[in-house]
């Protein structure tokens, strides 16, 4: 086990939640409701942004934005406490880097939306179609977010080093 | 019934499924379940949320679009379920907790059926959000919660 890990799961916090047997599980089904929440908010958003259902103002369809925001900071809370529970299952897996790689990926394009983009969208009227860098937008945050799920599930499969 | 399912369990897809060596068999199997599960219930949120209030802003009549991707969501999950099923599918059938999820995704489905009908079927065009149409809505994300739980759970109550 790397040293990190090692030195992470011996303090006491590491050792009294693992020692909780429901902990882990509880996290488990929070994290998945967590992750319906995002997918389906954001998702709906994405779907807008890559110009389907026109006939939803793009403003209004961010409206779930919320509720994928706190699906995903349960999914932040939940995850964070399965690192600290057991770090030598993330560290050194492939898996994992990749899963927070595209955490990233997703949260800068999100950022880079708001921060750009966000203003145009009030200016778009009902029934309009979205320019080509809504598009980008939108299937790069779908894409990003399924990658995010397709490697949390592969996690305890793939690049574990065994 | 027992024997039928202990030659399921025993057949050579089964032992494909759980006993391969490939990512391509049972993690890509269990991985289509955890993406079509994001489209399923990701899709009934939408719907449910919108009857209760948020995204008032988006015409009721558009919601008609989120039925089919549920549909797909729901195929997918359908199909990787069976074959999850079928590679445990003595153990699966007497596990209680595995019954109780089967349950509450019959409940879930019936009541987006019901909230479909409600708003489109038939000449229906719901503009505003019909009576009765919250009790359901919050049946819904209770019962899919439910479902997503009992799910996680069959992992760890045998």
Redesign the interface.
Request: glycine residues 10%; aromatic residues 14%.
């Given at each position: 086990m790397d040293p990190f890990s090692m030195w992470l799961e011996s303090t006491r916090i590491s050792t009294v939640m693992r020692n909780t047997t429901w902990l882990w599980?509880a996290c488990?089904?929070i994290h998945?409701?967590g992750?319906?929440?995002?997918?389906?908010?954001a998702?709906?958003f994405d779907l807008r942004l890559l110009g389907?259902?026109r006939?939803?103002?793009v403003?209004?369809?961010k409206?779930?934005m919320p509720?994928a925001i706190a699906g995903f900071g349960m999914n932040f809370i939940t995850g964070s406490l399965f690192f600290i529970m057991a770090p030598h299952m993330y560290v050194p897996s492939s898996a994992w880097w990749a899963k927070v790689f595209f955490i990233v990926v997703a949260g800068m394009n999100a950022m880079f939306f708001e921060t750009t983009l966000g203003s145009r969208v009030m200016l778009l009227g009902p029934n309009e179609n979205t320019p080509v860098s809504f598009k980008i937008v939108g299937g790069i945050s779908l894409f990003a977010w399924?990658a995010v799920?397709?490697f949390g599930?592969?996690l305890?499969?793939?690049g574990t080093g065994n | 019934m027992h024997a039928w399912l202990e030659a399921l369990q025993n057949s050579a897809f089964s032992a494909w499924v759980v006993g391969s060596d490939t990512i391509w068999a049972y993690p890509m199997i269990l991985t289509m379940h955890t993406v079509g599960l994001g489209i399923v219930v990701g899709a009934a949120v939408v719907i449910d949320l919108r009857l209760l209030g948020v995204g008032a802003g988006i015409p009721l009549s558009e919601m008609e679009r989120m039925f089919p991707i549920f549909w797909v969501g729901f195929t997918i999950n359908l199909i990787s379920g069976v074959m999850l099923f079928v590679s445990e599918a003595a153990d699966k059938a007497a596990q209680p907790v595995f019954l109780l999820k089967l349950s509450l995704i019959a409940l879930g489905v019936v009541v987006t059926a019901r909230i479909r009908r409600i708003l489109f079927g038939g000449n229906a065009r719901a503009t505003l959000v019909p009576p009765g149409a919250r009790a359901l809505a919050m049946g819904s994300l209770a019962f899919w919660a439910g479902a997503i739980v009992a799910g996680r759970l069959m992992a760890y109550l045998k």
């Amino acid at each position: 086990m790397d040293p990190f890990s090692m030195w992470l799961e011996s303090t006491r916090i590491s050792t009294v939640m693992r020692n909780t047997t429901w902990l882990w599980p509880a996290c488990e089904s929070i994290h998945f409701i967590g992750l319906a929440l995002l997918i389906g908010g954001a998702g709906y958003f994405d779907l807008r942004l890559l110009g389907f259902m026109r006939r939803v103002p793009v403003s209004a369809a961010k409206a779930f934005m919320p509720w994928a925001i706190a699906g995903f900071g349960m999914n932040f809370i939940t995850g964070s406490l399965f690192f600290i529970m057991a770090p030598h299952m993330y560290v050194p897996s492939s898996a994992w880097w990749a899963k927070v790689f595209f955490i990233v990926v997703a949260g800068m394009n999100a950022m880079f939306f708001e921060t750009t983009l966000g203003s145009r969208v009030m200016l778009l009227g009902p029934n309009e179609n979205t320019p080509v860098s809504f598009k980008i937008v939108g299937g790069i945050s779908l894409f990003a977010w399924f990658a995010v799920l397709f490697f949390g599930r592969m996690l305890p499969y793939i690049g574990t080093g065994n | 019934m027992h024997a039928w399912l202990e030659a399921l369990q025993n057949s050579a897809f089964s032992a494909w499924v759980v006993g391969s060596d490939t990512i391509w068999a049972y993690p890509m199997i269990l991985t289509m379940h955890t993406v079509g599960l994001g489209i399923v219930v990701g899709a009934a949120v939408v719907i449910d949320l919108r009857l209760l209030g948020v995204g008032a802003g988006i015409p009721l009549s558009e919601m008609e679009r989120m039925f089919p991707i549920f549909w797909v969501g729901f195929t997918i999950n359908l199909i990787s379920g069976v074959m999850l099923f079928v590679s445990e599918a003595a153990d699966k059938a007497a596990q209680p907790v595995f019954l109780l999820k089967l349950s509450l995704i019959a409940l879930g489905v019936v009541v987006t059926a019901r909230i479909r009908r409600i708003l489109f079927g038939g000449n229906a065009r719901a503009t505003l959000v019909p009576p009765g149409a919250r009790a359901l809505a919050m049946g819904s994300l209770a019962f899919w919660a439910g479902a997503i739980v009992a799910g996680r759970l069959m992992a760890y109550l045998k």
